[in-house]
């Protein structure tokens, strides 16, 4: 399973802009999809974007599209989650996931095996 390591969160004010990384170790990192999710305490956790690291494909759920975009290194093993345009609905655990296990969903939460610790993202009105 990868290793997964977070960083990047922090509190901003609505309309602000945080950079989130995921750098994968321990994991063959070519070819695979990585995403991110959120969660809220007390709901489901949701998929936020995913990104193919062969070709940089991405995908997004369509409450961040066009805020936000995923990107990735390869050289360092590295995924980012650029956001802009905060919003306080925002405001929630942000994951990194990958070992992809299925064909479901590219956001399904239920698709990923390994998960990092989490980044708190905090968007204030």
């Known amino acids: 399973q990868a290793q997964l390591r977070e960083s990047g969160g922090g509190s901003v004010q609505t309309g602000g802009s945080l950079r989130l990384s995921c750098t994968a170790s321990?994991?063959?990192?070519?070819?695979?999809?990585m995403a991110w999710f959120r969660q809220v305490p007390g709901q489901d956790r949701e998929g936020v974007a995913s990104?193919?690291?062969?070709?940089?494909?991405?995908y997004y759920a369509g409450s961040v599209q066009g805020r936000f975009t995923i990107s990735r290194d390869n050289t360092k093993n590295t995924v980012f989650l650029q956001m802009n345009s905060l919003r306080p609905e925002d405001t929630a655990m942000y994951y990194c996931?990958?070992?992809?296990?299925?064909?479901?969903?590219?956001?399904?939460?239920?698709?990923?095996?390994?998960w990092g610790q989490g980044t708190q993202v905090t968007v204030s009105s």
């Open positions: 996931a990958a070992d992809r296990n299925s064909d479901s969903g590219i956001l399904a939460p239920w698709g990923y095996d390994s």
């Open positions: 321990t994991y063959t990192y070519k070819n695979k999809y």
């Open positions: 990104v193919y690291t062969g070709d940089g494909s991405a």
